[in-house]
């Protein structure tokens, strides 16, 4: 796979830029690719990165949520945007996979209600040959629709891999290493290869879509950003496989 380099983006001045060019970009394919990572990522943890995939500029932005803080969310561009503005706005396109834990954690560390959210998770669902009781992860749909070479798919797994050697728990790791600074050449890596995927998925996802699922999908999504508003809201656990009810 091409490696190129992520912008980290640590300063608010860096934040108004990134701003000004996440507004008025087109919607169909989405602009905009994002995921997060962090520590127990959910109301119940904290956000460390926000990863943003640009596809007009093909960049990958990583957002040092835990040294900015609100200020990643709040500091204005010269144009008065902010990224809060940007991720509730209904009409900037903005794809996630999997958007419950990241709406939740968005939310309630920041006060961000998502809006204009298409789930890739829920487009590969629905466009699915065979049951669709279960959801598949993100790795999963890599693997079998990203259309990656041999040698692509290998040097994403190795990528994978070297991150998880670092953060995952059972391999001897600490999430705590997304907290620490400067961050190191293989979480930079696995924080970006994964959302610069994501376009290749919805592309092969949204061309098999056929419209009488068009509807129950926005139905589908907005409950999945609303699970930030429930009392009680658990973002691990067996019934995070389950689809929704109405896909099955």
């Given at each position: ?54 596809l007009p500029r ?68 629905t466009t699915r ?25 290998s040097g994403w ?92």
């Amino acid at each position: 796979m091409t490696d190129l380099s992520p912008k980290i983006i640590d300063t608010t001045a860096a934040i108004g830029e990134l701003v000004e060019l996440l507004t008025d970009v087109p919607n169909n394919p989405p602009s905009v690719y994002v995921d997060l990572e962090g520590i127990n990522l959910s109301r119940h943890g904290s956000i460390s990165i926000m990863q943003i995939f640009s596809l007009p500029r093909n960049e990958v932005y990583l957002i040092d949520v835990h040294t900015l803080g609100q200020e990643a969310f709040s500091h204005p561009s010269t144009s008065g945007r902010t990224l809060k503005g940007i991720l509730e706005d209904e009409n900037i396109q903005k794809a996630f996979f999997d958007v419950r834990n990241d709406s939740d954690a968005l939310y309630a560390h920041f006060g961000v209600h998502l809006a204009g959210i298409q789930d890739i998770q829920l487009l590969e669902l629905t466009t699915r040959s065979g049951s669709r009781r279960f959801i598949n992860g993100l790795a999963r749909c890599i693997e079998r629709d990203a259309g990656l070479t041999w040698s692509e798919a290998s040097g994403w797994k190795d990528i994978k891999d070297n991150g998880r050697q670092l953060f995952a728990p059972e391999r001897g790791g600490s999430y705590e290493v997304f907290n620490a600074r400067p961050l190191s050449e293989a979480i930079i890596k696995y924080c970006s290869q994964d959302v610069r995927i994501l376009p290749k998925l919805w592309a092969v996802y949204n061309g098999k879509l056929g419209w009488r699922w068009k509807e129950k999908i926005e139905v589908a999504t907005r409950d999945r950003i609303n699970v930030c508003f429930q009392a009680v809201y658990t973002g691990v656990g067996r019934h995070m496989a389950q689809s929704p009810s109405g896909f099955a």
